[in-house]
């Protein structure tokens, strides 16, 4: 899949092993809580300073130094590989003029090598080189010149390369390539097409015999077009690494705010406050979260009950045996700040993850913590669920409850998938069959039961997975599964868009037939498609009342450029792609993604972080502004007093009455998907509908249904457990500024 030098071809030497603080630390640290935050800061500082090369494939500038210790290799096998490995370094380290410099002067050498070695190394060069160029390109004017079109495929306007020597380049590159190395090959075409459309010279100035013609990349023409607001907010200062996304009113003021991570240990979590005047202001500092570093996801959830959601930061993902990180639990003080409480909640452990999921398992009022751990037969780590002791701590009873998953796992989700009022669980599994947990009640201790039913159900596949949710897309009141698959190219995004068949592994939809088995609907959905998804989401966009989703797609290698995708649930029947005309296409790597109304306008705009993990592959995030549409909407906040205070899980029904017949909207209160946490609240389009006649909403830890009428289109409702009427809330909405500042881009 990535195209990597081999290392042990000129390394005499192993890279240095640092020791670890790590066995000499766990037992041993302060446990005072008012103390936690700090040590787990130090902790964090410890495992960056000391990470090892050798196993971190990621710590690209820690190789790049070590490489450059070393003397080059006298035999000529042994000096080409040794610096195209570290020109291959350099480019993932963000030394993108070191690496041209240094690629360039091999090429000459090797074009005065024998021919062994020109054919053995002079291709996989062209290849570091063009990518090393179209990399520049994108620096001098992406990111450095950053506009809100930037990166937006196909790219026009604002995007096009006003500094165009690293696209002109890369093209000279890539065609040369095609011509004498890789006649046909996809993925350098794909390439080559990117590297033209950046100088606006797509199409015309595309050589035919390699043209991907720009009416394959047309899409629906009526969706309006969102606009990406990040760097007139205050979102666009800060360039960052994959990374998971949260919007949530943090504060209780009526405002969303944004939290922000970067998967690197060296990179501070961010927390944006919204200010209500269009902008955000930076509150990392103020907030207690100084030293809070990395995080390749974020989920969020009021543990304690306290009326404030909290933060759940996990770590370590894709680092294997580099991987052995510990994970956050932020708790909010309610006061504008956060205490790491991870060591005294009892959740402290040692395992590469970026997957887990809030819910109240055993129906007990209080949120229990499935956490999904990366495990590989010479590296185990079983999945861990804990349980809510109700006193801020949590116990793991993965074994008891049956949950000892010892999988590669990277989704998890939980809804309840068979109507039975217990949350079950869908486990997405790299390079193996996925995981339903069907939740078959407690046992007399409260510890809940699962029991693995996918062969059953179903839905074992994809084989390779990732991103995955559960959702009502079709409105029938059972609950759905998402999950895509996890292998694709360039090639595999060229040919699609060609209409020729792919390699790629293709996601799955999953409608649910109410007696515990499933049908893949995905074809007749218009769904199979390349989706090599990462971050994502789902979220309504033009308040159609139907469930439309957000894909943010690529892997680690920096040649994985492909648009990541949009798609609207048309009636709940198929979904159309509106990537190109809602302006979505953005081709750097997409990770968290999360939906919400951030100016209170009832129409959802979407936050994603942006960046890859190659330390050098970063950028900003982007906050794409909903333009609104004529659809009326509902927004409903709960609160419970027998169950969880926000009310994850709770399940509604909304009885519409639209163009003189009733329509029937279902919902269920989540954070969405596995990558990506939008706001605890059910914001709900309601199409043409001018009148609501009934909602109905099911508290499951006190099997309670209430029934309500009499409520008002266009307005933010708060509903409390076991109260007759629900609450009418006011809020102020805003414009997004539109005023560009000066950015002090920082990283």
């Not at 005499?12 to 066995?23: E, R």
């Not at 160029?133 to 990111?143: D, K, S, T």
């Not at 519409?656 to 919902?667: M, V």
Request: overall charge negative.
């Amino acid at each position: 899949m990535m195209k990597y030098y081999q290392l042990h071809l000129f390394i005499i030497a192993p890279f240095l092993i640092l020791t670890s603080i790590l066995s000499c630390s766990r037992d041993s640290e302060v446990t005072l809580e008012s103390d936690e935050t700090s040590i787990m800061a130090t902790r964090l500082d410890n495992l960056n300073r000391n990470s090892d090369p050798q196993f971190n494939h990621f710590a690209n500038q820690k190789r790049v130094e070590y490489l450059t210790t070393l003397s080059t290799p006298d035999t000529p096998a042994e000096r080409f590989t040794y610096k195209g490995t570290l020109g291959q370094e350099m480019i993932y380290a963000g030394q993108t003029d070191e690496a041209i410099t240094l690629l360039e002067s091999l090429l000459k050498e090797l074009e005065n090598s024998s021919a062994e070695y020109r054919d053995q190394f002079t291709e996989n060069t062209l290849d570091l080189l063009a990518l090393a160029w179209l990399r520049l390109g994108e620096q001098q004017n992406c990111i450095i010149n950053h506009s809100a079109e930037s990166c937006l495929f196909p790219i026009q306007g604002e995007g096009i390369h006003t500094l165009v020597e690293g696209s002109e380049k890369a093209i000279e590159l890539y065609e040369k390539l095609l011509s004498d190395w890789r006649p046909g090959d996809m993925e350098t075409i794909w390439l080559l097409n990117i590297a033209y459309m950046t100088l606006g010279n797509h199409p015309g100035a595309v050589p035919e015999e390699w043209l991907i013609s720009a009416e394959h990349f047309e899409d629906s023409e009526s969706f309006p077009r969102f606009r990406d607001v990040a760097p007139t907010v205050g979102l666009a200062d800060y360039m960052a690494l994959s990374g998971g996304s949260i919007t949530e009113d943090f504060t209780n003021n009526g405002l969303i705010d944004i939290v922000a991570s970067s998967w690197g240990l060296s990179d501070q979590l961010r927390y944006f406050e919204n200010s209500g005047d269009g902008k955000f202001v930076d509150r990392t500092e103020e907030a207690g979260l100084t030293g809070i570093t990395g995080g390749l996801n974020l989920i969020h959830a009021d543990f304690n009950n306290s009326g404030y959601k909290d933060v759940f930061v996990l770590r370590g993902a894709w680092l294997g045996q580099a991987g052995h990180h510990p994970n956050s639990l932020l708790r909010n003080n309610g006061d504008g700040t956060f205490t790491d409480v991870t060591k005294s909640a009892g959740l402290l452990s040692f395992h590469p993850t970026q997957t887990a999921v809030w819910a109240d398992f055993n129906n007990n009022g209080w949120l229990d913590l499935f956490i999904g751990n990366e495990s590989t037969p010479d590296d185990p780590h079983p999945s861990e669920l804990y349980l809510n002791n109700k006193d801020g701590t949590f116990r793991n009873v993965s074994l008891q409850a049956g949950v000892t998953v010892n999988q590669y796992v990277k989704g998890a989700v939980a809804g309840d998938l068979n109507n039975n009022g217990y949350s079950d669980l869908y486990l997405s599994v790299l390079d193996g069959n996925n995981i339903l947990l069907e939740n078959r009640g407690i046992n007399s201790q409260g510890v809940p039961l699962f029991m693995n039913t996918a062969d059953r159900a179903g839905v074992t596949e994809p084989y390779t997975s990732f991103p995955v949710w559960l959702w009502d897309f079709n409105n029938n009141g059972w609950l759905d599964i998402f999950v895509s698959g996890y292998y694709a190219n360039g090639a595999d995004v060229a040919n699609e868009y060609l209409g020729r068949s792919t390699e790629a592994v293709l996601p799955k939809l999953y409608k649910n037939n109410g007696d515990g088995t499933f049908t893949d609907v995905t074809e007749p959905a218009g769904l199979d498609k390349v989706m090599y998804a990462m971050g994502s989401n789902f979220g309504d966009l033009n308040n159609s009342g139907y469930l439309d989703f957000y894909v943010g797609t690529g892997d680690p290698d920096m040649r994985a450029l492909m648009p990541n995708r949009m798609f609207m649930n048309v009636n709940g029947e198929h979904f159309e792609e509106v990537t190109a005309a809602g302006g979505f296409g953005h081709l750097q790597k997409g990770h968290g993604v999360s939906f919400a109304d951030i100016n209170n306008n009832g129409h959802q705009d979407i936050f994603t972080v942006i960046g890859g993990a190659f330390e050098g592959d970063i950028y900003m995030n982007a906050l794409f502004e909903n333009p609104g549409n004529d659809h009326n909407w509902i927004i409903l906040k709960f609160e419970g007093e027998k169950s969880n205070r926000a009310g994850l899980g709770n399940r509604v029904k909304l009885v519409l009455e639209d163009a003189g017949s009733n329509r029937t909207i279902h919902r269920t209160v989540t954070t969405g998907g596995s990558f990506g946490s939008s706001a605890i609240q059910l914001e709900i389009g309601l199409g043409t509908a001018t009148r609501i006649d009934e909602l109905e909403v099911f508290w499951p830890a006190s099997e309670i249904r209430q029934t309500f009428t009499g409520l008002d289109i266009n307005q933010v409702y708060k509903i409390t457990e076991f109260s007759e009427e629900p609450e009418a809330i006011q809020r102020q909405s805003f414009e997004f500024s539109r005023e560009a500042e000066d950015h002090h881009v920082q990283h």
